[in-house]
């Protein structure tokens, strides 16, 4: 087990809703990223966080945004839901030392399914 | 921007043969490259992680080379057994940029009794 924990592990949702995903990161990280698995594919990155900042994004639309907090504790927020969005979204902690950010520990992911 | 490519998309070996996974990154700035284990239900665990300055590392009966001119690394598994049955993934990064792993879409291993 990693330590990196997601909650809900599982999320029923409509078209056009809004959802958000929590993440706790593994002790001593500083540093949350977030990436999409559709079924069958590998993950792709949405965005990642450091201190509190958005650090980097993947090829994402505006209506995926995300938090980090002081506790490095993170947020992932979808807005006007697509079918398309259905996938496992997976949470990773890592710990930035300088410019140099390796070794990324996932969760187990929340299932989104959207109708 | 980096494109993974993994290969074989699936691959059946019989208890204690060894299995090889090949990946193809684009970037030649790319300097760390990760494998991953992902269990049904689960999310992926790092299982071994290579860094550019060096060709091969082993941890018991996993091993990973890294082959900079031609851009392609390998993750080899030895005496493989039934619980090494998963999707395994390969990735690239570049790591001073601090941003994305990109992944290659995955390899379902089978190992059987």
């Known amino acids: 087990e990693t330590g990196v924990t997601q909650s809900p592990t599982h999320l029923i949702k409509t078209r056009g809703q809004q959802v958000t995903l929590r993440c706790s990161s593994q002790?001593?990280?500083?540093?949350v990223s977030w990436y999409q698995q559709a079924l069958g594919q590998g993950p792709q990155f949405i965005f990642q966080?450091?201190?509190?900042?958005?650090?980097g994004r993947g090829n994402f639309p505006p209506r995926f945004s995300g938090l980090q907090f002081p506790n490095y504790s993170s947020e992932l927020n979808v807005n006007a839901l697509e079918l398309d969005d259905s996938a496992l979204y997976l949470c990773?902690?890592?710990?930035?030392?300088?410019?140099?950010?390796?070794?990324?520990?996932f969760g187990s992911g929340t299932q989104l399914s959207v109708l | 921007g980096e494109n993974v490519e993994q290969h074989p998309s699936t691959l059946s070996v019989q208890e204690g043969d060894s299995a090889v996974i090949k990946c193809t990154y684009s970037?030649?700035?790319?300097?760390?490259f990760p494998w991953y284990k992902q269990e049904l239900g689960k999310g992926p665990q790092l299982i071994i992680d290579?860094?550019?300055?060096?060709g091969e590392k082993k941890d018991q009966r996993i091993a990973v080379t890294l082959n900079k001119t031609a851009k392609h690394f390998s993750l080899h598994i030895t005496e493989t057994q039934p619980e090494d049955s998963a999707v395994y993934f390969c990735?690239?990064?570049?790591?001073?940029?601090?941003?994305?792993?990109?992944f290659g879409k995955g390899t379902s291993l089978l190992v059987t009794p």
């Open positions: 002790s001593g990280h500083n540093t």
């Open positions: 990735a690239a990064l570049l790591s001073n940029s601090g941003y994305a792993l990109n």
């Open positions: 290579i860094r550019s300055n060096v």
């Open positions: 970037d030649s700035a790319s300097n760390y």
């Open positions: 966080y450091y201190r509190e900042e958005e650090n």
């Open positions: 990773a902690s890592s710990k930035r030392q300088g410019t140099t950010n390796e070794k990324l520990f």
